[in-house]
Structure formats: C-alpha cells, structure tokens
T-cell receptor, first 115, second 113 residues
Framework: GAGVSQSPRYKVAKRGQDVALRCDPI?????LFWYQQALGQGPEFLTY????????KSGLPSDRFFAERPEGSVSTLKIQRTQQEDSAVYLCASSLARDRGETQYFGPGTRLLVL | GNSVTQMEGPVTLSEEAFLTINCTYT??????LFWYVQYPGEGLQLLLK?????DKGSNKGFEATYRKETTSFHLEKGSVQVSDSAVYFC????????????FGRGTSLIVHP
C-alpha cells in the first residue's frame, strides 16, 4: 500500500514569506507526528495529532509555526514569516495508534530553504 | 527529560567487518527502544525495536538488546555489507502524559568493498 507522502519535496522561500507543507499519512493511521531535522542531526519533535486532535505542540519553536489536521487524515504544517533559521528538513510520520511501542512510518520529508 | 546519546560518526568499515553502534538513553517510565535507518536519498524506516527490558530486536542481520541496567541499546551486525551504508538513528518512546518520541543525532556508517 501507499506510504506516507509529503509535498512539496523542496521549497525555497524568501525570508518573510509564508509556507505550507503537506503530509498524507497512511490510511487508517491514528497518530501523526511532525519533526524538524537540521543537517547532521536527528529528528526533533514538533507536534503530535491523534486523529484531528492536536495533543502536544510543545516542540513548535515559535508562534509562527502552526499545524492542523482538520479531518484526522491529511495534515498541514504552516510557517509564517519564515526566517533563515527555519531552513531544515520537515518530516512527517504516522503510526497506527498511540503506543510507546508503535512503529512510526516516515515520509520522505520536505527540504525547506529560506533565503 | 528524555534523551538519547549515540556514538559520533562516521563509522568506516570494510565489508564483512563487525559493527557496533553504541546508544544509551535516559527516560522516565518504561520506554520502548528503536533503531531507524536512513539510506541515501530515502526516508527513515524502522530497522528493529524492543519494547521491554532484555528483549532483543533483530532484522536483516542487525541485532540490539534492551539493557535496562546499563540504559543501553547498542546496534550490532556480525558482517556488514556495502549496502548497509546509511545513517542509523537510535530512538525511544515513552508512555504517560506526554508522548514525545526522542531521537539521537544519528551515526553515519560507510562500508567499503
């Protein structure tokens, strides 16, 4: 079956622009995670959804970052007034349920470059 | 808070050499432990996992044992191949009020023929 997909794969933005990154999780997966991955680092947690409910957004670095999953499937991560420090790969992952032993399935990521 | 520490890379080996990538963790509660792998140009994918102490996860010739007494989950493979060249991430997940998966910074493995 289809895996997690993300779009766009690459995005170049001018400083101050708003961007929207899309994630299509595996059908039927309850949990959805967003991560930020800087070059040479591991994924850093941003936010977590269980169905349409955003249960944890403690990793969002500022109020310029906003995520939603209105129907419990597709999710969008929006970054307003982008800054150069926002340049990173943004990863989306989904899992069947919220459980500490549950495997996460990752998308290919969106590479964001802010000039 | 939770944290994962991995040995720094790159790790460079010849084909058929023995591999160990060290991973230690700190966590509240009873974490599950994971190794994810990222091959060049691809997304992260699960390599193996263990959900309780003394469990051994294994896949594709790789193994890791959940050692609660040393808070470790070291990745091993007896004979690496060129196709194992990738970045390996150790990770943990905990239950409780705040479920935030935590990843290490990754260890790059380069295997030469």
């Amino acid at each position: 079956g289809a895996g997690v997909s993300q779009s766009p794969r690459y995005k170049v933005a001018k400083r101050g622009q708003d961007v929207a990154l899309r994630c299509d999780p595996i059908s039927g997966h309850v949990s959805l995670f967003w991560y930020q991955q800087a070059l040479g680092q591991g994924p850093e947690f941003l936010t977590y959804f269980q169905n349409e409910a955003q249960l944890d957004k403690s990793g969002l670095p500022s109020d310029r970052f906003f995520a939603e999953r209105p129907e419990g499937s597709v999710s969008t991560l929006k970054i307003q007034r982008t800054q150069q420090e926002d340049s990173a790969v943004y990863l989306c992952a989904s899992s069947l349920a919220r459980d500490r032993g549950e495997t996460q399935y990752f998308g290919p990521g969106t590479r964001l470059l802010v000039l | 808070g939770n944290s994962v520490t991995q040995m720094e890379g790159p790790v460079t080996l010849s084909e058929e050499a023995f591999l160990t990538i060290n991973c230690t963790y700190t966590a509240t509660g009873y974490p599950s432990l994971f190794w994810y792998v990222q091959y060049p140009g691809e997304g992260l994918q699960l390599l193996l996992k263990a959900t309780k102490a003394d469990d051994k996860g294994s896949n594709k010739g790789f193994e890791a044992t959940y050692r609660k007494e040393t808070t470790s989950f070291h990745l091993e493979k007896g004979s690496v191949q060129v196709s194992d060249s990738a970045v390996y991430f150790c990770a943990l997940g905990t239950s409780g009020g705040s479920y935030i998966p935590t990843f290490g910074r990754g260890t790059s493995l380069i295997v030469h023929p």
